[in-house]
């Protein structure tokens, strides 16, 4: 039974939590996954979202505690992969993904332990440490992490980024098996722009 192009509901995570999601455009499956507080209805996401589902079937969905998903009883790096993995199951099938910020962190570690992930594209990865963590020593096990990841990737920043944020996504991509690191002429801290969008398209062509 085809799927209707645009729909929108809720699946179930590994551990009952509630995850709201939403799928438009026609083409081959694609996830964005924004960052931990941003909903799928924010502008930086539903602009995303509206200009890939010309080509991709976009699926978006609001992270564990934010819109309409539930909060669960606890947060963990864990529980935020099954939330994902749970969408992709949505999907059904091989699906590309693309990350922003620390969406971009996720969605490499989704990577890692699915196999339903062909590819991923992540944009500028940063990450949020907890209290009482060191951030340096969180990006470097992350970083050393991506080792696991077979898939192909490739790493955004944007030119009108700092030296430090421009540095992590080459680092992240050096890390990678199949990693590529793209500087794109543009600011990535507004909306999205035709050249981040042109970069992610040709990319999963």
């Known amino acids: 039974m085809e799927q209707a192009a645009n729909a929108s509901g809720t699946v179930l995570s590994a551990d009952g939590t509630t995850i709201a999601w939403s799928r438009q455009g026609s083409g081959p499956p694609l996830a964005i996954v924004g960052p931990l507080l941003a909903h799928r209805s924010s502008r930086a996401t539903a602009a995303l979202a509206d200009a ?4 991709h079937t976009v699926y978006t969905y609001d992270r564990r505690g934010i819109g309409e998903s539930g909060i ?29 910020y620390d969406g971009a962190f996720l969605a490499l570690r989704a990577a890692e332990e699915s196999t339903v992930v062909s590819r991923v594209v992540a944009l500028e990865p940063t990450l949020s440490p907890g209290d009482g963590e060191d951030e340096l020593l969180v990006l470097q096990s992350e970083i050393e992490g991506l080792g696991g990841v077979n898939v192909p990737v490739l790493i955004l920043a944007g030119s009108a980024s700092g030296g430090e944020t421009q540095d992590l996504a080459r680092r992240a991509a050096d890390a990678l098996d199949e990693g590529e690191f793209r500087l794109l002429e543009t600011d990535t801290s507004g909306l999205p722009d035709s050249a981040l969008t042109e970069a992610i398209e040709s990319f999963l062509q």
Do not use: I, M, N, R
Not at 79 to 85: E, I, K, R, Y
């Open 52 to 55: 890939l589902s010309k080509t």
């Open 72 to 100: 669960g009883e606890e947060y963990t790096a864990e529980s935020d992969v099954d939330d994902l993995l749970a969408v992709l199951q949505v999907a059904g099938g091989a699906t590309d993904l693309y990350g922003f």
